[in-house]
């Protein structure tokens, strides 16, 4: 095998001062000539499959690198050849997903990979990425990512093992594109197998020579449709069709190949299948593979129903990752038949299995109701992937709580043992030693680097905690990063200079209104207020910062982030507070900008709702690299507070108790009315003070909280109940940061404490307790 190093400089000699695409190319194909001897090896044992519509991989290639051992090659390499190691932080993010679900994904591949396990990724090849945004007087724009702009060298297009997808009026190839996920030390290379729609047929000829172009076209363009962009906005009729096909599509296909695999090995005799594999439904997305595999096994294995539903049930298990209506799916049965009529049947079969199961359990008449899977003309898919699963899990201990008390309380009551708890967590090779070499250094150099494969080593981190000297440094780390953010925004974010001598309160997220990005910016601008007043004198100067995208068809939280942009207008143009108090909102949010942002936080913004985010790992992340918590006692933030300490942490608000205590009689517009500092803020909506381009988004914003809308009660989010609470908490934090030996201590405690929060260790615990891998 050729030296990784002596290839790169060979190449550099030959081609000089060559362009970005080609150097990323070269740089790719080097590091794949390092992997190919070991992906692809024939496995022995049980092989575990994770199907998920979102895989937000990020930028590939130093993490790749990093995982290989080769990242310190490259840098000496370039450096040799008078060339920038950085250069490649211009080539686009894969962002194929929109969140902490298609993030979670991704790290879960790496542990898979990096604890030696069997473990592939399942998912679609988006021609485009989530979008690019940017904005225009404050107002998110979105345009297309094409994240392959510069190639694609990190995938292998398998022609031959193309998959035949139909649906009603329309068939397409399946085309699979394998990328090899890197365990760290390159000893195991699992794959990450990503389907492309492409047309049977590419041009209609004979249309075209009738004069009919856009029919000659018509098949390509409707094939690729289906692997164009993440998630189409479904607002409509025609998003939501495409949205089934895709996840039909890439789960249709998965299931065929695993099954070609199976039978290249084992021939017709399916007994051994469930022990062959085991496939995990990231969320209610690729649900409709268990009727698929149903239909698969029967009509094209010609098994009888119980037998084939046995294997169904014993392959798959389900990861619930929110309470959140949307995202437990729902199909009109109308739609499903339009776009897969062919699976509809079975849908049937095993609702008609659901009623006799449940008569079994002396369950029957209106009692049953509750949990068809058909009702009321639609298709529920999580009560779906409960009953058709062997396993259903949360992603948070109060999450699952919810799940087995509240939310899924029917089907905890008669499957009490398919029911378990995995907190999420994320993987340290990236949000820690490649995002954060400054502050890896310092572990290591104190512990070593067993930290890397073992989070939980990070234990040993805690007598630091008690020596000025290491409190001192890491506060010179923590200074550097904000160095580094602020030259990164200088020149990403129309030359704004960020006052690296501030407090970095940092909120980055998918913008969704239960993560009350809405209550981050009314509280803002409440201590702009207080501050004008003369009533903060000893507040720190603060620089808040914002992180999200809103998905293109969700106003409100559109709305949103045109708000906290005229706030940031306003505060930047005040010389009186500028100086005390600035916000910035950064454009196109990705794991690449995460990976400047989270290192540079002093503190971490996690205040959702209590009740409503599954877990979160942003939060860990920023845990990890040393911010504390300012948050709510809601999702994984409950366990950071466990582990690191609530003394570590700023915790404030309501928690799900008190909101179960108070929400049968919760009036907003009493606390509105009672409450003149609540009052003057959220009024800037509509009173001048800001302007939202004769939209009417303020307008509804205001009216969202005090009177609710048709789909929803007043302040369903109950920002006004804790909006005290949370002004107090900011306040808290502002002032311990004036200690900043104390503020120091807690910030390394949180790293010390973080081990639990590695997908190492929840990628174990699937394997062993849901998936048997061990079998």
Same mark, same amino acid.
């Given at each position: 095998?050729?030296?990784?190093?002596?290839?790169? *400089?060979?190449?550099?000699?030959?081609?000089?001062?060559?362009?970005?695409?080609?150097?990323?190319?070269?740089?790719?194909?080097?590091?794949?000539? *390092?992997?190919?001897?070991?992906?692809?090896?024939?496995?022995?044992?049980?092989?575990?499959?994770?199907?998920?519509?979102?895989?937000?991989?990020?930028?590939?290639?130093?993490?790749?690198?990093?995982?290989?051992?080769?990242?310190?090659?490259?840098?000496?390499?370039?450096?040799?050849?008078?060339?920038?190691?950085?250069?490649?932080? *211009?080539?686009?993010?894969?962002?194929?997903?929109?969140?902490?679900?298609?993030?979670?994904?991704?790290?879960?591949?790496?542990? +898979?990979?990096?604890?030696?396990?069997?473990?592939?990724?399942?998912?679609?090849?988006?021609?485009?990425?989530?979008?690019?945004?940017?904005? =225009?007087?404050?107002?998110?724009?979105?345009?297309?990512?094409?994240?392959?702009?510069?190639?694609? #060298?990190?995938?292998?297009?398998? /022609?031959? /093992?193309?998959?035949?997808?139909?649906?009603?009026?329309?068939?397409?190839?399946?085309?699979?594109?394998?990328?090899?996920?890197?365990?760290?030390?390159?000893?195991?290379?699992?794959?990450?197998?990503?389907?492309?729609?492409?047309?049977?047929?590419?041009?209609?000829?004979?249309?075209?020579?009738?004069?009919?172009?856009?029919?000659?076209?018509?098949?390509?363009?409707?094939?690729?449709?289906?692997?164009?962009?993440? %998630?189409?906005?479904?607002n409509e009729h025609d998003g939501k069709v495409l949205r089934l096909k895709q996840q039909y599509f890439f789960s249709s296909a998965s299931l065929q190949s695993i099954l070609r695999a199976y039978k290249a090995k084992f021939g017709n005799n399916f007994s051994q299948f469930a022990k062959a594999y085991a496939i995990q439904l990231n969320d209610t997305h690729p649900t409709v593979a268990i009727p698929e595999l149903? &239909?698969?096994?029967?009509?094209? @294995?010609?098994?009888?129903?119980?037998?084939?539903?046995?294997?169904?049930?014993?392959?798959?298990?389900?990861?619930?990752?929110?309470?959140?209506?949307?995202?437990?799916?729902?199909?009109?049965?109308?739609?499903?038949?339009?776009?897969?009529? @062919?699976?509809?049947?079975?849908?049937?079969?095993?609702?008609?299995?659901?009623?006799?199961?449940?008569?079994?359990?002396?369950?029957?008449?209106?009692?049953?109701? *509750?949990?068809?899977?058909?009702?009321?003309?639609?298709?529920?898919?999580?009560?779906?992937?409960?009953?058709?699963?062997?396993?259903?899990?949360?992603?948070?201990?109060?999450?699952?709580?919810?799940?087995?008390?509240?939310?899924?309380?029917?089907?905890?009551?008669?499957?009490?043992?398919?029911?378990?708890?995995?907190?999420?967590?994320?993987?340290?090779?990236?949000?820690? +030693?490649?995002?954060?070499?400054?502050?890896?250094?310092?572990?290591?150099?104190?512990?070593?680097?067993?930290?890397?494969?073992?989070?939980?080593?990070?234990?040993?981190?805690?007598?630091?905690?008690?020596? #000025?000297?290491?409190? &001192?440094?890491?506060?010179?780390?923590?200074? =550097?990063?904000?160095?580094?953010?602020?030259?990164?925004?200088?020149?990403?974010?129309?030359?704004?200079?960020?006052?690296?001598?501030?407090?970095?309160?940092?909120?980055?997220?998918?913008?969704?209104?239960?993560?009350?990005?809405?209550?981050?910016?009314?509280?803002?601008?409440?201590?702009?207020?207080?501050?004008?007043?003369?009533?903060?004198?000893?507040?720190?100067?603060?620089?808040?910062?914002?992180?999200?995208?809103?998905?293109?068809?969700?106003?409100?939280?559109? $709305?949103?982030?045109?708000?906290?942009? /005229?706030?940031a207008k306003m505060l930047d143009a005040d010389p009186e507070t500028r100086d005390k108090i600035r916000v910035l909102f950064v454009q196109n949010y990705n794991v690449s900008y995460a990976e400047k942002l989270i290192p540079a936080a002093d503190v971490s913004e996690q205040i959702s709702t209590a009740g409503t985010e599954a877990s979160g790992t942003g939060n860990m992340k920023f845990m990890l690299n040393g911010a504390v918590t300012l948050g709510t006692y809601d999702g994984a933030n409950v366990e950071i507070v466990q582990?690191?300490?609530? @003394?570590?942490?700023?915790?404030?608000?309501?928690?799900?108790?008190?909101?179960?205590?108070?929400?049968?009689?919760?009036?907003?517009?009493?606390? %509105?009315?009672?409450?003149?500092?609540?009052?003057?803020?959220?009024?800037?909506?509509?009173?001048?003070?800001?302007?939202?381009?004769?939209? $009417?988004?303020?307008?509804?914003?205001?009216?969202?909280?005090?009177?609710?809308?048709?789909?929803?009660?007043?302040? =369903?989010? %109950?920002?006004?109940?804790?909006?005290?609470?949370?002004?107090?908490?900011?306040?808290?934090?502002?002032?311990?940061?004036?200690?900043?030996?104390?503020?120091?201590?807690?910030?390394?405690?949180?790293?010390?404490?973080? +081990?639990?929060?590695?997908?190492?260790?929840?990628?174990?615990? %699937?394997?062993?307790?849901?998936?048997?891998?061990?079998?």
């Amino acid at each position: 095998m050729p030296n990784f190093k002596q290839t790169l *400089q060979q190449y550099l000699q030959q081609t000089g001062n060559a362009g970005l695409k080609t150097l990323y190319t070269a740089v790719s194909n080097a590091a794949m000539a *390092q992997v190919q001897p070991v992906w692809g090896t024939a496995r022995s044992g049980k092989t575990a499959c994770y199907f998920s519509a979102e895989f937000l991989i990020g930028r590939m290639i130093y993490s790749n690198l990093f995982n290989l051992g080769l990242l310190q090659e490259l840098k000496e390499a370039f450096e040799a050849a008078g060339l920038d190691p950085n250069m490649f932080e *211009q080539v686009e993010d894969a962002a194929l997903g929109n969140g902490g679900l298609g993030r979670l994904a991704a790290c879960f591949l790496d542990s +898979g990979a990096t604890e030696g396990l069997a473990l592939d990724g399942y998912g679609i090849r988006y021609k485009y990425g989530l979008f690019k945004q940017y904005f =225009q007087d404050g107002f998110q724009m979105e345009t297309a990512d094409d994240w392959t702009e510069f190639g694609d #060298p990190w995938s292998v297009r398998r /022609e031959e /093992e193309r998959i035949l997808i139909r649906f009603k009026g329309q068939a397409v190839w399946a085309v699979p594109y394998d990328m090899p996920v890197i365990g760290y030390g390159g000893k195991t290379i699992n794959t990450l197998r990503l389907w492309q729609a492409e047309p049977l047929q590419a041009f209609d000829f004979s249309a075209f020579n009738d004069g009919k172009v856009a029919k000659a076209y018509k098949a390509q363009t409707d094939a690729e449709a289906i692997s164009s962009v993440l %998630y189409p906005n479904d607002n409509e009729h025609d998003g939501k069709v495409l949205r089934l096909k895709q996840q039909y599509f890439f789960s249709s296909a998965s299931l065929q190949s695993i099954l070609r695999a199976y039978k290249a090995k084992f021939g017709n005799n399916f007994s051994q299948f469930a022990k062959a594999y085991a496939i995990q439904l990231n969320d209610t997305h690729p649900t409709v593979a268990i009727p698929e595999l149903l &239909r698969l096994l029967m009509a094209g @294995e010609n098994m009888e129903f119980e037998p084939a539903f046995e294997i169904v049930k014993n392959t798959f298990a389900y990861t619930n990752h929110t309470i959140m209506a949307e995202a437990l799916e729902k199909w009109d049965v109308g739609l499903f038949c339009d776009v897969v009529p @062919e699976v509809y049947p079975y849908v049937v079969m095993l609702q008609n299995y659901l009623k006799q199961q449940l008569h079994n359990r002396g369950i029957n008449g209106a009692d049953q109701i *509750q949990y068809y899977l058909v009702d009321d003309g639609r298709i529920h898919m999580a009560r779906m992937a409960i009953f058709a699963t062997h396993s259903t899990n949360g992603v948070a201990a109060l999450h699952t709580e919810i799940l087995k008390n509240d939310a899924l309380k029917e089907w905890y009551a008669i499957y009490p043992e398919r029911f378990s708890n995995k907190t999420n967590g994320i993987t340290q090779r990236r949000w820690l +030693g490649l995002c954060n070499p400054q502050l890896s250094a310092f572990i290591t150099s104190r512990i070593g680097n067993g930290w890397l494969t073992n989070l939980s080593e990070l234990k040993k981190l805690e007598p630091y905690a008690n020596d #000025p000297a290491s409190l &001192r440094e890491l506060n010179e780390i923590k200074h =550097q990063r904000k160095v580094q953010l602020a030259n990164h925004v200088r020149v990403h974010e129309y030359g704004m200079e960020l006052d690296v001598n501030s407090i970095f309160d940092i909120q980055v997220k998918r913008l969704h209104e239960y993560k009350r990005q809405f209550l981050n910016a009314l509280s803002i601008l409440a201590l702009y207020f207080d501050l004008k007043d003369g009533k903060l004198p000893n507040f720190t100067p603060t620089t808040f910062l914002f992180g999200a995208k809103a998905a293109p068809g969700y106003k409100r939280a559109k $709305g949103i982030i045109k708000f906290i942009n /005229e706030i940031a207008k306003m505060l930047d143009a005040d010389p009186e507070t500028r100086d005390k108090i600035r916000v910035l909102f950064v454009q196109n949010y990705n794991v690449s900008y995460a990976e400047k942002l989270i290192p540079a936080a002093d503190v971490s913004e996690q205040i959702s709702t209590a009740g409503t985010e599954a877990s979160g790992t942003g939060n860990m992340k920023f845990m990890l690299n040393g911010a504390v918590t300012l948050g709510t006692y809601d999702g994984a933030n409950v366990e950071i507070v466990q582990h690191a300490g609530e @003394e570590n942490e700023y915790i404030f608000g309501a928690r799900v108790e008190d909101i179960k205590a108070v929400e049968a009689t919760y009036n907003p517009k009493q606390i %509105y009315h009672g409450n003149p500092r609540l009052r003057r803020v959220l009024d800037t909506l509509i009173d001048g003070t800001f302007s939202d381009g004769g939209t $009417g988004l303020f307008a509804d914003l205001h009216h969202s909280i005090l009177d609710g809308a048709s789909w929803h009660r007043a302040d =369903q989010y %109950y920002l006004l109940l804790d909006f005290e609470p949370y002004i107090e908490a900011k306040l808290r934090v502002n002032a311990a940061y004036q200690n900043r030996e104390a503020f120091a201590r807690q910030c390394l405690l949180n790293i010390a404490n973080a +081990g639990h929060f590695s997908s190492d260790r929840t990628i174990r615990q %699937y394997a062993e307790e849901i998936w048997n891998l061990g079998e």
